[in-house]
């Protein structure tokens, strides 16, 4: 038993399976590798041929009586007949991160964001808190962090991404500013091993134990844990959830939307027992963007299909704007209380140093987690979620810009970066029932009335502006017209790659070559509004890439 409760099946044949081995090896350790006859031929049942011994079916008739007086002891308890953990899904996930963020604290923004980041890893539950500023690294294609983490079940390294969301409480990179906000990176000491991203795990002796806490905590079902944070508590946590439930959740997320050699670059999973091509394959960058896009709450692409990912909240907009880049690397700083004593990979160039220094390597996710912040500022100032961190905000802008209204700049700035953030990322929310159309004429509709405003101001441009806002308005009604024909081309779309797909397997079958897809097969349908309004390549920004498909 465990904790009082029966052991799974599972469980009870790894446990016995180990404790053979154990007992065969010290045996080979105590006769110095010459066992007796009859130790031999016992230990027979695991060195044998599989399948071609009696002794190896001694040990799998043996196995199969334990299994039955197991589950039936499990049975009699009511327990589940697997060892697996309930399935914490996206909503379940979402709803602790939102919980904490209410909760508003500097250990709080610790918590949601290692969490975040174990869902968005599809980690086992202590991958992610032995992750280093040293492991991560930014790809400038990819426009995206990527974590070299170290699976301790099976001691080999995966690198995954950390995207973007189109929800703020799935966002890695929302969770990450608001812990640099409340927390200080401790002095860099490049002779140690520093640059943990979360320096509280460390001194941890269980830090499985502790991630398991954080889901309870936020369980109203609960009660032993819940006490402290009941009135954050979301109602969507399964009984018994705990982070060994992430796990599951995120592979049970993957497994419909995607085939398995897919997968398994996220997931980390050893693939060479179902094929010897699966020991050709490295879980990459490329191959773990699907699973990363998917779990950051994007339309996947097409089953089988590749696809780029979505592009982060970007600092472009503002400078696109004519807001100074000197400016925006000071308030990143002072936001979050950079200076000389940290880890030198998210410091700012400083060329009139001596010698200069380049600006650090993860100084373009700076400015993602920057931005994303700005992005997200109104949200949740009205759902009163991280206030400390958005008095912050709007403090450092106060400091920059003295007599002007700090939240009002806080805002607008904000907006910049949410019709960039939109419109770089049509080419993964168009999948989603054509919502990038309809996000389309939003944003046009809005200019329109925005130029309109504008016009008020000015008594010589007010016919003209008026006049032009309403231009816009019909514009914005013909772009929603074109929503609607898109919609319906891409449901043609849709019959004809099936039909397409019919015929290929029928080729195949029979031997017959069949057609290869135009080069828009990949994305099925040609790309939307590609590079719409986007600015050019700047730090931190899309780089005008195009509005690519899966």
Known sequence: KKDGKP??????????GCALNMAYARAMQVTHNKLPDETRQFFQCLIGAKGQSLDWSWLQSLKTKMRRIVVGRLAESG??????QPPVYRDGMYGVTRGYAMVDTAVAAIKKCVLLATWQSAGRTTECCYLSLDGLRWDPEFQCLFAQLLQYKTMKL?????????????????????????????????????????????????????????????????KEFVKAYAKFAPNNLPEGANAGGIRVATLNTLHPVMPDNKAVATSGHDMSGYSNYASYILCNVANAVVGGTVLAGWPPPPYGHRTKGPRPASVQALLAHGVPLSVLEDLIDDLFRFDESIHPSVLQARLDMDPPRLAGALRPAMYVCFATLLMHFQDRVQAGEMTTVQGRVRGVMMD??????????????GGWVREQFDLDNLHLSARDEVKGIDKVASTVNELGKQMGIVSLTSREGFKVGVELGAKVEVLGAKVEVLGAQMR????????????????SQQGVSSGVPTAVAGPHAASGHAPLVGGLLRGGGGIGGSGGSGGSGG
Do not use: C
């Open 7 to 16: 052991l799974a099946p599972g469980s009870v044949a790894d446990y016995f």
């Open 79 to 84: 327990q589940t007949m697997d060892n697996s």
């Open 158 to 222: 995966k690198m995954l991404p950390f995207f973007p969301a189109p929800d703020r409480h799935g966002d890695f990179y929302l969770h990450f500013g608001d812990m640099m906000v409340l927390n200080r990176w401790p002095i860099y000491d490049p002779a140690s091993s520093g640059g943990w991203v979360y320096p509280s795990f460390q001194r941890l002796e269980q830090p499985g134990k502790a991630m398991g806490a954080m889901i309870r905590q936020m369980n109203p079902r609960d």
């Open 400 to 413: 920059m810009f003295p007599g002007e209204d700090a939240g009002a700049k806080v805002k607008l700035w």
């Open 488 to 503: 319906e081309i891409m449901s043609n779309q849709t019959a004809i790659l099936a039909a397409i797909n019919s015929l």
